[in-house]
């Protein structure tokens, strides 16, 4: 008897994981899928919130205008995602001690 089931398990997901940067383990795809950019699991990416969070929001206005023009033209603004990377540092160390104080 031929079976119509058309389940599939190849492990398509959908959401692709990596690991966490500070410890290795996989991100919970639920956070990548509301922060794409993410490289933290749950539990480091709250422990970046007290250095400024993983990332660093920096706007910037575009001016389209020439230098010499009097009128201002925006055409916009930037913003653009800067790594925390201050806070990477520091996160890692905190985990590192951390690990190191339990054994
Ligand atoms: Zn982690």
New binding site residues.
Partial sequence: MASDATERTDGTEGTDTRP??????PIEAIRIEVIPATR??Q??GQMFRKFGGEFIVRSREDKTSKENSLKKNYAGVTTKLTRNEAAVAKVRREYEAVKTAKT
């Fill in positions: 966490c940067e500070i410890c290795g383990r933290l699991c539990e480091h």
